[in-house]
Nanobody, 115 residues
């Protein structure tokens, strides 16, 4: 079993920045893909970004150029740096890990972008 714990959410003004962290209960060195998803109120959960074990990254069009995903294998942690935040970025952000045929989720951290 793999546990994921997200942190770093909060209230931020439009144009501001936040860095989300996802701490994993085991080594992430061999985890195929680590990702971030988000779910806005009343909407489905959507892909935000992912990073592979080889360091390759992919982003949703809506966050390209503003968000950066990274991983620190020594700390078993994945980060999501979010800049130039917009009200539309308001959502619960979930960390995701794909290991073999299994997928694991954290409980999420709330990001609210509002003036």
């Amino acid at each position: 079993q793999v546990q994921l714990v997200e942190s770093g959410g909060g209230l931020v003004q439009p144009g501001g920045s936040l860095r989300l962290s996802c701490v994993v209960s085991r080594s992430i060195f061999s985890i195929n893909v680590m990702g971030w998803y988000r779910q806005a109120p009343g909407k489905q959960r959507d892909f935000v970004a992912h990073i592979t074990s080889g360091g390759g990254t992919n982003y949703a069009d809506s966050v390209k150029g503003r968000f950066t995903i990274s991983r620190d294998n020594a700390k078993n942690t994945v980060y999501l740096q979010m800049n130039s935040l917009k009200p539309d970025d308001t959502a619960v952000y979930y960390c995701n890990a794909r290991l073999g045929l299994s997928t694991y989720w954290g409980k999420g951290t709330l990001v609210t972008v509002s003036s």
